[in-house]
């Protein structure tokens, strides 16, 4: 059974720096893709980043400066975020999608950014 637990969560003033982490619980072998989304609040969940055998992928709002990375070893992914803005106030969601295609997501952590 597929399980994705995010921490790392929390407030943070602008400028600075978060970095969330996925225990991600399933067979490596079924893993397709990893990703993180958030979700602000009166906004649709968005994609933040993803990470799969072929390389990564940053959204325009994020790239330099957040980065998607994955320990197989500790089956971990990351989410590194420096440089928050109050704009990226949300919930972040781990993401997994198999080769299956089935989709899972975690409970969710928020960030706050915010002097």
């Known amino acids: 059974q597929v399980q994705l637990v995010e921490s790392g969560g929390g407030l943070v003033q602008p400028g600075g720096s978060l970095r969330l982490s996925c225990a991600v619980s399933a067979s490596n072998s079924s893993i397709n893709q990893l990703g993180w989304y958030r979700q602000a609040p009166g906004k649709q969940r968005e994609l933040v980043a993803t990470i799969t055998a072929r390389g990564t992928f940053h959204a325009n709002s994020v790239g330099g400066r957040f980065t998607i990375s994955r320990d197989n070893a500790k089956n971990t992914v990351y989410l590194q975020m420096n440089s928050l803005k109050p704009e990226d106030t949300a919930v972040y969601y781990c993401?997994?999608?198999?080769?299956?295609?089935?989709?899972?997501w975690g409970q969710g952590t928020q960030v706050t950014v915010s002097s």
């Open positions: 993401n997994l999608v198999t080769w299956g295609l089935e989709v899972f």
